[in-house]
């Protein structure tokens, strides 16, 4: 699977907007870019995924590129609950996962 | 909300001893994987398993794992003579279908080799 880059860490204020960048400049055109965070002490929980078009549902909005070399995850108001690492990790033919390490997000309220 | 349960949520054992963990996935999903994080380090990959078959294995997942899938409901890891680097935490996760993006994961089991 091709590799992504996510800076290791993030702030963000509570409430509001926090915009996550994940770059993945050898994406193949079958590769679908899916994002997962990690709790403290727990396991991962999907996020959101997609292929080309932005993506929007109930826990936040992936915004892809034209050229699909970067994405931008998009969590409208960041909670403390929000703390987490976020991964994002492009998934092609394969079944399985290939986790990084992902970007450490700290909200300060 | 349907999830994938774990146990036991810990468990501490001797070196050289046979550990079982156990996952009990989504009732209608036929994908199931396991994936380890020993202490702060990465998520890592072990082994995924369809029709009751494996379908893909990393390398940490060596003749000292295995996998089953004993009745319907539970899926479970074994290892066989556990060393200290098992130490980890391990997540069972579990996928609908293959065209599905969404992999759901349980809470985990924390393994201490002593």
């Known amino acids: 699977d091709a590799k992504t880059t996510q800076p290791n860490s993030m702030e963000s204020n509570e409430e509001e907007p926090v915009h996550l960048p994940c770059n993945h400049s050898?994406?193949?055109?079958?590769?679908?870019i899916h994002w997962y965070r990690q709790l403290p002490s727990q396991g991962p929980e999907y996020v959101i995924h997609g292929l080309t078009s932005n993506v929007n549902n109930r826990m936040a909005s992936l915004a892809i590129a034209e050229d699909r070399k970067s994405s931008t995850l998009i969590l409208h108001r960041a909670t403390l609950r929000d703390a987490a690492v976020y991964y994002c990790?492009?998934?092609?033919?394969?079944?399985?996962?290939?986790f990084g390490s992902g970007t450490q997000l700290t909200v300060l309220p | 909300e349907p999830e994938v349960t774990q146990t036991p949520s810990h468990q501490v054992t001797q070196m050289g001893q046979e550990v079982i963990l156990r996952c009990v996935p989504i009732?209608?999903?036929?994908?199931f994987y396991w994936y380890r994080q020993i202490l702060g380090q990465k998520v890592e990959f072990l082994v995924s398993?369809?029709?009751?078959?494996?379908?893909?294995k990393s390398e940490i997942f060596d003749d000292q794992f295995s996998v089953e899938r004993p009745d319907g409901s539970n899926f479970t890891l074994k290892i066989r003579s556990t060393k200290l680097e098992d130490s980890a935490m391990y997540f069972c996760?579990?996928?609908?279908?293959?065209?599905?993006?969404?992999?759901?994961f349980g809470e985990g089991s924390r393994l201490t080799v002593l």
């Open positions: 050898t994406i193949s055109g079958t590769d679908y």
């Open positions: 009732s209608n999903h036929l994908y």
């Open positions: 990790i492009l998934r092609g033919s394969a079944r399985q996962l290939t």
């Open positions: 398993f369809y029709n009751n078959e494996i379908s893909e």
């Open positions: 996760a579990s996928k609908r279908g293959d065209n599905t993006g969404e992999l759901f």
